[in-house]
């Protein structure tokens, strides 16, 4: 669950990051890896899906590996019961902590049934999914759930329909909208507050926003460096 800026901070759960659907059969690269306990992997495009979190390369000998959260607070990760690996094993973790460095959704994670560095990584790039239903229902009115915003019509302060939103991409600064236009061409990208984003209306299936008069324009090339 997440909430817009704007005086507000980002909080809860439900996945960031959360676009569902993005399951490649690439996802786990290493043969070597714990017995599953499901293995039937997940269908291409699954919208009942979240995605959790993603784990990464094994944390030294003894079966910890790093997870890149997509949670509001990255530790919840842990709090939700079983996981889905996108290869449909059953992923349990019994422990997570913040990792070194200044990224707070990169943690190192420990898996039942996984106690050594082989089995570590045979996780490496394992997405992680939750059923959409598990995440419940959002508590407030500008509260909301950023996958229940990919698909949904963006349209401006006069209705007129812009695109649909394809992502709320994270990359550090704070929540963005990533919104495929309706007249086709490369996404863009839009900071989400309530200066450019005044409305959800997901109900109705619509997001409201104020945008610059350039959000689709090209982008421009640099200009050529100055001689020294």
Known sequence: MARRPGGLSTHGDG?????????????????????????????????????????????????EVRLKSYTGDPQAIASYGPLIGADGRRIELTEVRQAGGASPDLLVARVKGVGDRTGAEGLNRLALYLPRERLGTVA???????????????????????????????????????????QGGATALLPFTKAFVPDLDIANGRVVIDPPEDLFAPAQPRPPEEPV
């Open 15 to 63: 996945g960031r990051r959360a676009r569902p659907g993005r399951i490649g059969s690439e996802a786990a690269t290493s043969p070597h890896r714990p017995k599953a306990e499901v293995d039937v992997p997940l269908p291409p495009t699954d919208p009942s899906l979240v995605q959790m979190g993603e784990f990464g390369r094994a944390h030294g000998l003894n079966g």
């Open 140 to 182: 407030e009115e500008d509260e909301f759930f950023t996958a229940d915003l990919v698909g949904l019509d963006v349209v401006d302060t006069q209705g007129t329909v812009l695109g649909t939103v394809a992502d709320v991409p994270n990359y550090g600064g704070g929540d963005l909208l990533e919104i495929k236009p309706a």
